[in-house]
């Protein structure tokens, strides 16, 4: 299947299964409430998740304290994609499925994209197709790990990221696609075409069999095998992570939404004193093709679009990415390790340039001919409305930070064993590791593709 057909079977999905989004107040969101007391967020039913405040204290940070919306979804959802092989090329069963905070429509998404409260059905909708292959692995297990989702945003989020192998036919619904790996893959860089669900569970993926690269994918490809010689060993990331785990200074406690400092509550929205960061709004959204009919939540709004960027260097013929040591109060455990870039540029410009995160301006200032990737993709539509990053990799002959105590340059195939475990990669990197995999695909996009 082409990229220009994925594109006409998303808009014919679009046509059929209808939704509406629309922004109310929140006092206006059926089914929700204000707790009297603290001012948090809830839904009736207890289930789905709360909008909460946080007051986070950061002695070595560039922002030392400060409080903020967040939100506390406590259980895990499952991301699973099956996959069978056809002749030996492996297929990945795909969804076409619509969130309200999607910028553009369906995008192309896991077979399963569930929270529990979902594929529980709190909600009294109707069963999530193809959920039993996951919750009983009806199959040859090739990727089972949790991982976690955006640490700024989320508190203690986590999903499980399955992908399972099948040997029988299984029926492709409406609405679902077989497509080779390799074109998802190459789907990674049309512009908000893949969903953030179905990248960290791409980057879960081990390595599978696909056309031969040429050039810098080759390069990829060839970095990926393991036993490749890398700048440290495994053992060396593993023990600085945990070190950093062991002594990074962050609090993160509960606070009543209603006790915010620098937010405030009106005009139907919280929203910070400044205008930066995120604002917290309410969507009505009525659907066709979804479990339930319509609903009403809370949703985080973004303002601004973010950057995240790897700086890849070839070391000793392989393959290295610069990975910062990320600290977000939403973690699980502290610290992830994150691309060598990420932020929002416009939250950074009230503050001095020591405070700005390093090789922001280096990342934006790269010359053409060192990009090796760039697209503008969407984040999760089930909780963020109309979030988007602009995703780079960034090839540089040099080491920017020799020696800095956040970075370091870990191996393409040192990600991909990381991947294997729970809450080293955050998503962002995740998303930029399956952007990476693309890359190691001889098909390229033509511009009448894009």
């Not at 030392?64 to 506390?72: D, F, G, L, S, Y």
């Not at 179905?198 to 031969?212: I, K, S």
């Not at 050039?215 to 060839?222: D, N, P, T, Y």
């Not at 990926?224 to 060396?236: C, D, N, S, W, Y």
Request: hydrophobic share 40%; glycine share 8%.
């Amino acid at each position: 299947m082409a990229i220009i057909d994925v594109r006409d079977w998303l808009e014919e999905v679009a046509g059929h299964t209808f939704m509406e989004v629309t922004r109310v107040p929140l006092e206006e969101l059926a089914g929700w409430r204000a707790d009297p007391v603290t001012g948090d967020l809830r839904h009736r039913s207890g289930r789905f998740f709360t909008v909460e405040g946080l007051d986070v204290r950061h002695p070595a940070g560039p922002v030392t304290a400060w409080t903020q919306p967040i939100i506390n979804q406590p259980e895990a959802g499952i991301l699973g994609i099956l996959l069978k092989r056809v002749d030996g090329v492996p297929y990945l069963l795909m969804q076409a499925k619509n969130e309200p905070g999607n910028p553009d429509g369906p995008q192309l998404s896991p077979t399963v994209q569930a929270t529990r409260s979902n594929y529980t059905r709190v909600h009294e909708g109707r069963p999530v197709p193809y959920l039993d292959f996951f919750r009983e692995a009806r199959g040859r297990v090739l990727a089972d790990v949790r991982q976690s989702e955006q640490g700024a945003w989320f508190y203690r989020k986590r999903n499980r990221n399955m992908v399972v192998e099948v040997a029988a036919h299984v029926e492709a619904a409406e609405g679902f696609r077989w497509l080779p790996l390799h074109r998802v893959h190459e789907l990674l860089s049309v512009p908000e075409l893949v969903n953030m669900d179905a990248r960290t569970v791409l980057a879960c993926l081990p390595p599978q069999p696909g056309p031969a690269a040429e050039g810098f994918g080759a390069l990829v490809a060839r970095s990926r095998l393991p036993g490749r010689p890398a700048v440290h060993t495994t053992g060396e990331i593993l023990s600085w992570l945990s070190g950093l785990r062991s002594t990074v200074d962050i609090q993160a406690r509960p606070l009543a939404l209603g006790r915010l400092r620098a937010w405030r509550r009106a005009e139907g929205r919280i929203t910070h004193d400044t205008g930066r960061f995120f604002e917290v709004i309410g969507v009505r959204v009525r659907a066709c093709g979804r479990e339930v009919g319509g609903w009403d939540q809370p949703m985080i709004a973004p303002v601004g679009t973010g950057v995240a960027a790897f700086l890849v260097r070839r070391i000793g013929g392989v393959l290295h990415a610069l990975a910062h040591a990320r600290v977000d109060p939403g973690y699980t455990d502290v610290v992830e390790l994150a691309p060598t870039v990420q932020c929002t540029p416009g939250n950074y410009d009230h503050l001095p340039p020591r405070a700005r995160p390093p090789l922001l301006a280096e990342v934006l200032a790269a010359e053409p001919g060192s990009v090796r990737f760039d697209t503008v993709l969407a984040e999760e539509g089930g909780r963020f409305y109309h979030a988007r990053n602009r995703y780079l990799v960034v090839e540089t002959a040099e080491d920017p930070l020799p020696g800095h105590p956040d970075f370091r340059w870990v191996a393409l195939h040192q990600l991909d064993e990381l991947l294997r475990h729970s809450y080293y990669l955050n998503v962002e990197a995740r998303t930029l590791v399956s952007c990476l995999h693309g890359l190691a695909h001889a098909d390229r996009l033509t511009a009448a593709a894009r």
